[in-house]
């Protein structure tokens, strides 16, 4: 297919968290609240992914960091190549081969 990238994907950030921790506290007074912050540590990572417009299942990882701040400004880099670049351009230049 002919076209710009940004007709066929969006991007966003994925936070990956593999402990084993609940990602939520319950308490008896309220239903739930956030837990504590954590340390980012090996188990906490932030992923930039492509997603497909027609299909919110498939993604595809672009690049993988170790913070929120430095995955938002990869994923800002990117949205500029996907407003500007074709489908093609944008697949060859950041989908792995």
Do not use: C, N
């Amino acid at each position: 297919m002919i076209g710009l990238a940004a007709d066929f994907y969006r991007l966003r950030v994925v936070r990956v968290d593999e402990t084993d921790e609940p990602d939520l506290d319950w308490r008896d007074d309220i239903l739930w609240r956030d837990p504590p912050e954590q340390v980012v540590g090996e188990t906490l990572s932030f992923r930039v992914e492509a997603v497909e417009v027609d299909d919110e299942t498939a993604a595809v990882p672009l690049a993988e960091f170790a913070d929120s701040a430095t995955a938002h400004e990869a994923l800002a880099d990117a949205e500029v190549d996907l407003a500007t670049l074709t489908k093609s351009q944008f697949e060859e230049r950041y989908f792995p081969a």
